[in-house]
């Protein structure tokens, strides 16, 4: 048998298994480039607006609003309930981070900025009026005024409206007392801590606590937005 013959398969074979190998190199890249992309679109199709939920590990805090600082975007929450929790995320499974606690104030006050960090996901300046009803565009921010017609939105018991009652009220809570909020007339519940209240597309502050309930009625008390803005250098938009 001639060298030449015997070499020429054994040639064959080799190229056929680099080809196959390459092959096999290039699927699984173009299959992980596929998962990266499914899983940035997935990250693209979600929106953060006030009324929505964040969560963090042993937190979930309701949006009162988004606020800008140039071209960094933060999310305006309840300093009460961001308390202790760091890392913030759009899902209760924690998959989908969207930023970090950038500052608390509680007791005092009870507010709390989320620093955006997530650019893959969307942060709309308006708020949503829940499942089915659209959302309203929050354009600026400004202090409450007795007789001022405003609503709010609330996780558990949706979109309310009335007037505003008093301002400058002081609230004891179990963990400290906070100073400056106001009450309107609009009744809540448990589980609607940190949803907006608004008078049109003005934003005026958050809930932060209530009395009574939405079946025999009562009060809520809000954090206004304007001196929660001051205090970190932040506008709606």
């Given at each position: 048998?001639?060298?030449?013959?015997?070499?020429?398969?054994?040639?064959?074979?080799?190229?056929a298994?680099?080809?196959?190998?390459l092959?096999?190199g290039?699927?699984?890249?173009a299959g992980s480039?596929?998962?990266?992309?499914?899983?940035?679109?997935r990250?693209?199709?979600?929106?953060?607006?006030?009324g929505?939920?964040?969560?963090?590990?042993g937190?979930?805090?309701?949006?009162?609003?988004?606020a800008?600082?140039?071209?960094?975007?933060?999310?305006?929450?309840?300093?009460?309930?961001?308390?202790?929790?760091?890392?913030?995320?759009?899902?209760?499974a924690?998959?989908?981070?969207v930023?970090v606690?950038?500052?608390v104030s509680?007791?005092?006050?009870?507010?709390?900025?989320?620093r955006?960090?997530?650019?893959?996901?969307?942060?709309?300046?308006?708020?949503?009026l829940g499942a089915g009803?659209?959302?309203?565009?929050?354009?600026?921010?400004?202090?409450?005024?007795?007789?001022?017609?405003i609503?709010?939105?609330?996780r558990t018991?949706?979109?309310?409206?009335?007037?505003?009652q008093?301002?400058?009220?002081?609230?004891?809570?179990?963990?400290g007392?906070?100073?400056?909020?106001?009450?309107?007339?609009?009744?809540?519940?448990?589980?609607?801590?940190?949803?907006?209240?608004?008078?049109?597309?003005?934003?005026?502050?958050?809930?932060?606590?209530?009395?009574g309930?939405?079946?025999?009625?009562?009060?809520?008390y809000?954090?206004?937005?304007?001196?929660?803005?001051?205090?970190?250098?932040?506008?709606?938009?």
């Amino acid at each position: 048998m001639s060298p030449t013959r015997s070499e020429r398969p054994l040639r064959t074979v080799v190229r056929a298994v680099v080809v196959l190998v390459l092959l096999l190199g290039w699927s699984a890249a173009a299959g992980s480039a596929a998962h990266a992309g499914e899983r940035a679109g997935r990250q693209a199709a979600v929106s953060v607006r006030g009324g929505d939920t964040l969560y963090s590990t042993g937190a979930r805090c309701t949006v009162g609003f988004n606020a800008r600082s140039g071209s960094t975007l933060y999310a305006l929450v309840s300093g009460r309930c961001a308390q202790g929790a760091r890392t913030w995320y759009a899902d209760a499974a924690l998959t989908v981070a969207v930023g970090v606690t950038a500052g608390v104030s509680f007791p005092g006050n009870d507010y709390a900025s989320i620093r955006y960090t997530n650019t893959a996901v969307a942060y709309p300046g308006e708020v949503s009026l829940g499942a089915g009803a659209g959302t309203r565009d929050i354009t600026h921010a400004a202090h409450p005024v007795v007789g001022q017609s405003i609503c709010h939105v609330g996780r558990t018991t949706g979109y309310r409206c009335g007037t505003v009652q008093a301002v400058n009220v002081t609230v004891n809570y179990g963990g400290g007392t906070v100073y400056g909020l106001f009450r309107s007339t609009i009744c809540s519940e448990p589980g609607d801590t940190g949803g907006p209240a608004f008078s049109g597309g003005t934003a005026v502050g958050i809930i932060v606590a209530g009395s009574g309930n939405c079946s025999s009625g009562g009060a809520t008390y809000y954090q206004p937005v304007t001196e929660w803005l001051s205090a970190y250098g932040l506008s709606v938009y």
